[in-house]
T-cell receptor
Framework: DQQVKQNSPSLSVQEGRISILNCDYT??????FLWYKKYPAEGPTFLIS?????DKNEDGRFTVFLNKSAKHLSLHIVPSQPGDSAVYFC???????????FGQGTRLTINP | EADIYQTPRYLVIGTGKKITLECSQT?????MYWYQQDPGMELHLIHY???????EKGDLSSESTVSRIRTEHFPLTLESARPSHTSQYLC?????????????FGSGTRLTVV
């Protein structure tokens, strides 16, 4: 039972344009959501997070949107840069459980 | 600098050998985790620990074992390596409570069993 789903295995975007990565979840107990970025042969690094009491969180070029009624979150990267090419993982947790559940990942490729 | 360290980064080993993948963190985190990532990208939790002398199996069945004798150290052992164990192994840690509920990951160990 996949509680966190990233339905797009890959995404290709032109440099300078907006990248939008999507994530859906099924567990209504999840109240904290995170995005991680992973380069090959390295561990994932934390990118941005959002609490369920918010619907938007912004950090520089990265913005995460949360739609609780749709159980959907998205990561916007604007403008996209070649260094953004990586695999992006969505993760969710019910804070009392403190165990992250990860999505399958989306490979983002930024084309020059 | 507080961090999480995994050694070795890369390991090529013959079938049947016993191996231990090391993971240490200097952040004082009480919780530690091992994930396995195959080329299909998905991260699979194979072991976790919520404190010293506490270990649990994760969502993905694994033939590996772990121990947590010290807070900062969480090694993973394969008694007899097989080609099916070829994968990337990622160690992570987190702290109970606090504002950030995320994990800090190590750089991973890429294991190849020939």
């Amino acid at each position: 039972d996949q509680q966190v789903k990233q339905n797009s295995p890959s995404l290709s975007v032109q440099e300078g344009r907006i990248s939008i990565l999507n994530c859906d979840y099924t567990n209504s107990m999840f109240d904290y959501f995170l995005w991680y970025k992973k380069y090959p042969a390295e561990g994932p690094t934390f990118l941005i997070s959002i609490s369920s009491i918010k619907d938007k969180n912004e950090d520089g070029r990265f913005t995460v949107f949360l739609n609780k009624s749709a159980k959907h979150l998205s990561l916007h990267i604007v403008p996209s840069q070649p260094g953004d090419s990586a695999v992006y993982f969505c993760a969710a947790t019910a804070r009392e459980a403190q165990k992250l559940v990860f999505g399958q990942g989306t490979r983002l490729t930024i084309n020059p | 600098e507080a961090d999480i360290y995994q050694t070795p980064r890369y390991l090529v080993i013959g079938t049947g050998k016993k191996i231990t993948l090391e993971c240490s963190q200097t952040m004082g985190h009480d919780k530690m985790y091992w994930y396995q990532q195959d080329p299909g990208m998905e991260l699979h939790l194979i072991h976790y620990s919520y404190g010293v002398n506490s270990t649990e199996k994760g969502d993905l069945s694994s033939e590996s074992t772990v121990s947590r004798i010290r807070t900062e150290h969480f090694p993973l052992t394969l008694e007899s390596a097989r080609p099916s164990h070829t994968s990337q192994y990622l160690c992570a840690s987190s702290r109970t409570g606090g504002q950030n509920y995320g994990y800090t990951f190590g750089s991973g160990t890429r294991l190849t069993v020939v």
